[in-house]
């Protein structure tokens, strides 16, 4: 399958600090990326959409001024946490529609964010 | 999206087929339903997606009912790395997931 990396995997912050989690994907070009976080015990809840050369689409409830998105090129999203607090704490995970045809999505291995 | 169901956990034997059910009664005609696992502190894993024909591929088989109310996600050999917590999803755009609470699979030795 289409392969999806996230750097860094995991990420020590102060709180208040902006922190800086990037999306690639490897073999494949991807017009709209996806980005989830995952609280411990929790499913993956849905954060926003990326699409390239446009604004991200947030989903209900998530501050946009503070999870900034940025889909550069047709390879790379990147989310930005600012002025982040010790409840941003969490697993964020990625994702990028498959190449072609193939109607799916595949997911990074997810960045650990932890604030002190 | 579709809402689903799932049995929060299942225990199988190692060697033994594990068979997952997934209840998605409020489907739409036009929705796929998508099934994905995690393994702990891991992005989540594609395995299978149908519409409404059976599929099967290298990882596992999908079943899913005529009216297409439910299905089932069937790993015919289970290993000790098949424990994960699986996830199944209606969706019709194949990019953007509204994840539930998903099965906990235990394989046993």
């Known amino acids: 399958g289409a392969v999806v990396s996230q750097h860094p995997s995991w990420v020590i912050c102060k709180s208040g600090t902006s922190v800086k989690i990037e999306c690639r994907s490897l073999d494949f070009q991807a017009t709209t990326m996806f980005w989830y976080r995952q609280f411990p015990k929790q499913s993956l809840m849905l954060m926003a959409t990326s699409n390239e050369g446009s604004k991200a689409t947030y989903e209900q409830g998530v501050e946009k001024d503070k999870f900034l998105i940025n889909h550069a090129s047709l390879t790379l999203s990147t989310l930005t946490v600012t002025s982040a607090h010790p409840e941003d704490s969490s697993f964020y995970i990625c994702?990028?529609?498959?190449?072609?045809?193939?109607?799916?999505?595949?997911f990074g291995p997810g960045t650990r964010l932890t604030v002190l | 999206d579709a809402k689903t169901t799932q049995p929060p956990s299942m225990d199988c034997a190692e060697g033994r087929a594990a068979n997952l059910p997934c209840n998605h009664s409020?489907?739409?005609?036009?929705?796929?339903v998508y099934w994905y696992r995690q393994i702990h502190s891991q992005g989540p894993q594609y395995i299978i997606h149908g519409l409404k024909n059976n599929e099967t591929n290298e990882m596992a088989s999908l079943i899913i009912t005529e009216d297409r109310k439910s299905s089932t996600l069937i790993l015919p050999h289970a290993t000790l790395r098949d424990t994960a917590v699986y996830y199944c999803i209606g969706s019709n755009t194949g990019n953007q997931f509204y994840f539930g609470t998903g099965t906990s699979l235990t394989v046993i030795p």
């Open positions: 409020t489907i739409s005609g036009n929705e796929y």
């Open positions: 994702s990028a529609r498959g190449p072609g045809s193939v109607d799916t999505s595949f």
